[in-house]
């Protein structure tokens, strides 16, 4: 079944400790993303990339590192994490050609930073 | 600064009734438009919308784009509460195909 899948699905940690949500696809898509997402401000940007070791910022990167060592896998990392960033966070791919195609989205990664 | 604005941003209606969700933007170099429906989990793809006035149609869910006027609408017709999702916007920019600008979403609640 093709699928984007995150983990975890839930975490609850501290300030300060270093967490890293993993992504993974089985689509043989070069472009992932992450987004986070927050009431009222919708679905935001942090990180991208257009394949393999190649990563760009989004809107939102501070915090916020990446890397694409893989091709099928784009894990984000949280090196000190605060409070502002409690979220809800999608991975999401898609392939990449001549148009625009629909991204895939995982179910999502909530982070509760105490 | 490119922007994608829905509305409203939050709707509650019985079951059976139509409703017609908007969302409007600003973005240098507009490509596409598309639709998500986001319920308890991950945003699954409704429609992209590329030209102007070409109706997407699927089931009692249709959506069109107006490209002069810059909008977008998301009509669900005889509504079930199984509609009940939030309903995202996000525009792609022709410099970077990929690249998505979300709005804020739309909340629908269908009551039985």
């Known amino acids: 079944e093709a699928q984007v899948t995150q983990n975890p699905r839930y975490l609850i940690t501290v300030t300060g400790k270093k967490l890293t949500v993993t992504c993974s696809q089985n689509m043989n898509h070069e472009y992932m993303s992450w987004y986070r997402q927050d009431p009222g401000l919708g679905l935001r940007q942090i990180y991208y990339?257009?394949?393999?070791?190649?990563?760009d910022k989004g809107d939102v990167p501070e915090g916020y590192k990446v890397s694409r060592k893989e091709k099928r896998n784009f894990p984000l990392i949280l090196e000190s994490p605060s409070p502002n960033q409690t979220s809800l966070y999608f991975c999401?791919?898609?392939?990449?050609?001549?148009?625009?195609?629909?991204?895939?989205f995982g179910d999502g990664t909530r982070l509760s930073i105490l | 600064e490119d922007k994608v604005v829905q509305s409203p941003l939050s709707l509650v209606v019985h079951e059976g009734d139509t409703v017609t969700l908007n969302c409007s933007y600003e973005v240098t170099n507009f490509r596409s438009l598309l639709w998500y429906k986001q319920e308890k989990k991950a945003p699954t793809f409704l429609f992209m919308l590329?030209?102007?006035?070409i109706e997407k149609k699927s089931g009692r869910l249709s959506s069109i784009l107006d490209k002069k006027e810059l909008f977008s609408i998301l009509n669900i017709t005889a509504t079930q509460t199984g509609d009940s999702a939030i309903y995202l916007c996000a525009v792609a920019r022709s410099y970077n195909t990929d690249k998505l600008i979300f709005g804020t979403g739309t909340r629908l609640q269908v009551f039985p």
């Open positions: 999401a791919s898609s392939p990449i050609d001549r148009g625009v195609r629909p991204q895939h």
């Open positions: 990339s257009m394949n393999v070791e190649v990563t």
């Open positions: 590329t030209s102007s006035g």
